[in-house]
């Protein structure tokens, strides 16, 4: 055959490969998730999530230090309280599980490793909604976000670096930053999950957390379908001040990902959350998948698609691989 082109030629051999390889994924670039319970004092396993514990206070300094050790990028905490009310005030307590994990982590860490506290109620509500509810029992947006400017101030008084704002509310960036900067916290970062979809890939992360949730949350998360809406979702974040925006879930929604980095000029951040892990975790437990190719295929494709940080509960495992 006389070809003129043979793409062929350079996938010969893996030092061609690594030549012309475009996409490399950094441990520097990995968030890793976790959860510390109240009272825990043992590490919990998560019957859903094969590999991921609810952390007690020593098994959680011990897994910072592991991932700072690795060279992952930042850690990320939940806490799991163990008395919810309708408000969710145990979230504003200085002294809640999430804000006691935030300081016990910089005692162990510093700044050696950018800590992100989750900034949400779901976990602290009895109803698990990650706002308060109306006489009506729907979320209330507006009563929520006073509600989440206590809350931060009491994460950010407790040291962390960053502040994950999950709860999709409307105008949570705004309200946050400008209780924060009142408060003199301007170099507390903020995380908008921008563009976070009402997804079936959720399921496990409620048992870490323990949810009460009856019900969805699709009257504030994203419609899975919407492309436009989560452009929309992002501008408003980034103009209320958000610094790093995120799209959640990660795999399903590889096309937003794109699409949001080819708008914003600030990093991007992708979550590839309980359900996707789950799911690659179960195939590979039933000996349908090659666990660790299909990890860093999944990891490879987010990065691929436009995302500068990863959150995925591999965070660690995935730095040592890169490592070797
Ligand atoms: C809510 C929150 C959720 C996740 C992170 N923050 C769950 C939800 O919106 O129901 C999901 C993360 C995962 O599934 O790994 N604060």
């Known amino acids: 055959m006389n070809l003129n082109e043979r793409p062929r030629r350079l996938r010969r051999t893996d030092g061609l490969r690594k030549l012309v390889r475009q996409v490399h994924l950094n441990s520097g670039n990995l968030v890793l998730p976790m959860f510390v319970r109240e009272g825990a004092s043992d590490p ?129 960036v705004g309200a946050v930053r400008e209780t924060l900067d009142a408060a003199g916290s301007t170099d507390t970062v903020l995380l908008a999950y921008a563009a976070k979809f009402a997804s079936a890939f959720y399921g496990p992360f409620r048992d870490a957390v323990e949810s009460s949730l009856e019900g969805d949350r699709r009257a504030y998360q994203q419609d899975p379908a919407n492309i436009t809406e989560a452009i929309r979702e992002v501008r408003l974040d980034i103009a209320e001040g958000a610094d790093i925006v995120m799209v959640k879930p990660g795999l399903p929604y590889l096309d937003i990902i794109a699409k949001v980095a080819a708008e914003v000029d600030v990093p991007v951040a992708a979550y590839v959350v309980s359900g996707e892990s789950s799911m690659i975790e179960a195939a590979a437990a039933a000996g349908m998948i090659d666990r660790e190719r299909a990890i860093l295929e999944t990891l490879t494709s987010v990065k691929r698609a436009g995302a500068d940080i990863i959150t995925t509960y591999w965070a660690t495992e995935v730095a040592h691989i890169l490592n070797r």
């Open 44 to 172: 919990t396993p998560i019957a859903s999530m094969p590999g991921v514990v609810q952390h007690s206070r020593a098994s959680l300094a011990k897994a910072v230090r592991e991932a700072a050790d690795a060279g992952v990028g930042a850690v990320m905490l939940f806490g799991v309280p163990s008395t919810k009310d309708a408000n969710g005030d145990a979230a504003c307590d200085p002294n809640s599980i999430l804000a006691s994990a935030i300081r016990w982590t910089k005692a162990e860490i510093g700044d050696a490793l950018p800590l992100i506290a989750d900034l949400c109620l779901d976990e602290f509500t009895n109803h698990g909604h990650c706002g308060v509810l109306d006489a009506h029992g729907n979320v209330d947006n507006d009563a929520t976000l006073a509600q989440y400017q206590r809350m931060s101030l009491t994460l950010a008084e407790a040291g962390a670096d960053i502040l994950g704002l999950s709860g999709m509310m409307d105008g949570q």
